[in-house]
């Protein structure tokens, strides 16, 4: 059985951190891009950042760049999102998805863009930012 799953998430003051995990089971882990996307509520899911498969290539949204830093750990097939300076904007529903990638191609930008891309998708951790 495939699974993605969540954890991490809570209640946070404005400009504190969270670490998001994302534990993966049931697949071959390796030869996907995992991606990470959230739901605010009333706006669309967008995505916000991704790490490739083998070459851990990552991609990240401007809205979060140089705040949020994504790694993966292939050896215990997870991913996490390491997010810093949190801002009340970034309240929101954070879902890791799983894209078939094994060749490094096409770029990740492309993937992150393209939720179509993503086989496997995890139920979300709530995140809220307090200001």
């Known amino acids: 059985e495939v699974q993605l799953v969540e954890s991490g998430g809570g209640l946070v003051q404005a400009g504190g951190s969270l670490r998001l995990s994302c534990a993966a089971s049931g697949f071959t882990f390796d030869d996907y891009a995992i991606g990470w996307f959230r739901q605010a509520p009333g706006k669309e899911r967008e995505g916000i950042s991704c790490v490739g498969s083998r070459d851990s290539f990552t991609t990240y949204v401007d809205s979060v760049k140089g705040r949020f830093t994504i790694s993966r750990d292939n050896a215990k097939n997870t991913v996490y999102l390491q997010m810093n300076s949190l801002k009340p904007e970034d309240t929101a529903v954070y879902y890791c998805?799983?894209?078939?990638?094994?060749?490094?191609?096409?770029?990740?930008?492309?993937?992150?863009?393209?939720?179509?891309?993503?086989?496997?998708w995890g139920q979300g951790t709530q995140v809220t930012v307090s200001s």
């Open positions: 998805a799983a894209a078939y990638h094994p060749v490094g191609r096409p770029p990740l930008d492309v993937v992150l863009a393209t939720e179509d891309a993503y086989d496997y």
